[in-house]
């Protein structure tokens, strides 16, 4: 290990300084901070591939929407709590043409990213039911929705579908489902980590066991049509965004503009609710929350205490970002297929060296290339994996970390550039040299 490009004193002495015992168990933001002082020391920059953040400029129709609206006078007025009226309808319009899914725009509720549409969800399907107390994460997936669940006092289960896919995935959720104690269920589909993509036969198991169990469906679609192995984009066309919508009314979609429209800085997503969920009344919420229906709940007990709505000007941009894609004016898809050109490359790269993706079917297909892909080295956890690789100038996080059985990482390829791919094909054949 002595000639590599990063020295291992400069490791060790920021792994003390921000007391991280074992970096394969580290947060995705103890990494970045690690990152940012290494990099600083060493004079490397580093092939970072730890944070999910847009690689891409934002959406320029969302920004030129916000600042008409800004300068229209918006930014002095409160909000609708549920959103204003030509959003909530153009996010129902949007979801009709690029899912073939009817939701009424009432039902279709902005929030401050997806983040805060889930924690909103939670929190009420947490509630519906007394002997219900618990959710069920289909993992890997993203860790701040678990922390979510340890910030509100809940309690969750979870199950990596590595080894359950296909029909197998029935049996194993059904054994979690039959204890009556499941409330909802989360999953996101493209995944975040291992952008696998649930096949219609597996979304088909989901829904017809939620429907079965009385489970709430909460499908994070934060990487909406971006399974570029078909192309998602004609509106009111098939092939659609695959959903477990077509499966069951028991559901809950959660739209996020960070990733589709590069617009992770402004906040905002569509929590879209079931017609026939958000009209449910169930008594305990009355007794939690003052309230039956889940719906009004979500929006006028648990949206209004946390942020009275969201920012007015960016709802804005979202209802212009969704009316343009609708209308077949803004190709938001071809716009981030730049992440599974990347992609492509640099597993490549991987695999040449030595690595093998650890995450690479959906049912006989090979997974697509996107946001995000998953590695492992022969011989080698995760922790030890990513402990190793820092001191060649490559960081990412450990699929341990996303409730994921398996040894290896998720590197997220959106801050990679082009021009680092030959130093990460060299660090590679460095560390394979070592290694191999
Ligand atoms: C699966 C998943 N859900 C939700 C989010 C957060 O979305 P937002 O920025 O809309 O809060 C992310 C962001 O990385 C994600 O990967």
């Not at 509106?235 to 659609?240: D, F, K, L, R």
Request: contains cysteine.
């Amino acid at each position: 290990m002595d000639k590599t490009p990063v020295k291992h004193e400069i490791i060790q002495k920021y792994l003390e300084q921000l007391r991280i015992g074992d970096p394969g168990k580290a947060s995705i933001r103890e990494i970045v901070a690690l990152i940012n002082l290494i990099e600083e020391e060493s004079k490397v920059k580093f092939i970072r591939m730890e944070m999910g953040v847009p690689g891409l400029p934002a959406a320029k129709v969302g920004v030129e929407a916000e600042i008409k609206a800004l300068q229209s006078g918006v930014a002095s007025v409160y909000p609708m709590m549920d959103g204003i009226k030509p959003l909530k309808s153009e996010a129902s319009r949007f979801i009709r043409q690029f899912m073939d899914i009817d939701i009424d725009p009432a039902s279709c509720i902005p929030t401050s990213g997806a983040m805060q549409g889930t924690f909103s969800a939670l929190l009420v399907a947490g509630n519906v039911d007394k002997k219900k107390d618990t959710t069920l994460f289909l993992d890997p997936g993203f860790p701040v929705q678990k922390q979510q669940m340890t910030v509100m006092g809940h309690k969750y289960e979870s199950f990596d579908v590595f080894d359950f896919r296909g029909e197998k995935l029935r049996a194993k959720i059904e054994s979690y489902l039959a204890e009556g104690n499941i409330n909802s269920m989360v999953y996101s589909n493209p995944n975040n980590p291992s952008w696998i993509c649930f096949t219609e036969e597996e979304l088909q198991i989901i829904g017809e066991l939620a429907t079965k169990y009385d489970v709430i469906v909460m499908e994070d679609l934060a990487y909406f049509g971006m399974d570029f192995r078909k192309d998602l984009y004609t509106p009111g066309v098939p092939p659609y965004q695959p959903t477990v919508a077509k499966y069951t009314d028991h559901y809950i979609l959660f739209i996020s503009a960070s990733k589709i429209f590069s617009y992770a800085g402004q906040r905002c997503a569509i929590m879209a609710i079931s017609n026939s969920l958000w009209n449910r009344q169930y008594e305990n919420l009355q007794a939690r929350f003052g309230s039956k229906p889940f719906g009004f709940t979500i929006v006028m007990q648990v949206l209004y205490a946390l942020s009275s709505g969201i920012t007015h000007s960016t709802q804005h941009a979202l209802t212009a970002m969704l009316k343009a894609a609708s209308d077949g004016e803004f190709n938001f898809i071809e716009d981030v297929k730049e992440y599974g050109r990347k992609a492509k490359i640099m597993k490549d790269l991987f695999v040449d060296n030595g690595f093998i993706i650890v995450y690479e079917k959906d049912g006989d297909e090979p997974i697509a290339d996107g946001f995000y892909f998953t590695v492992g080295y022969p011989g080698m956890t995760g922790g030890e994996l990513l402990a190793n690789l820092l001191h060649y100038g490559i960081s990412a996080i450990t699929l341990k970390n996303t409730g994921s059985e398996k040894e290896g990482l998720r590197a997220c390829v959106s801050h990679v550039k082009r021009a680092q791919f030959d130093d990460l094909e060299n660090r590679l054949k460095l560390f394979n040299e070592n290694f191999g």
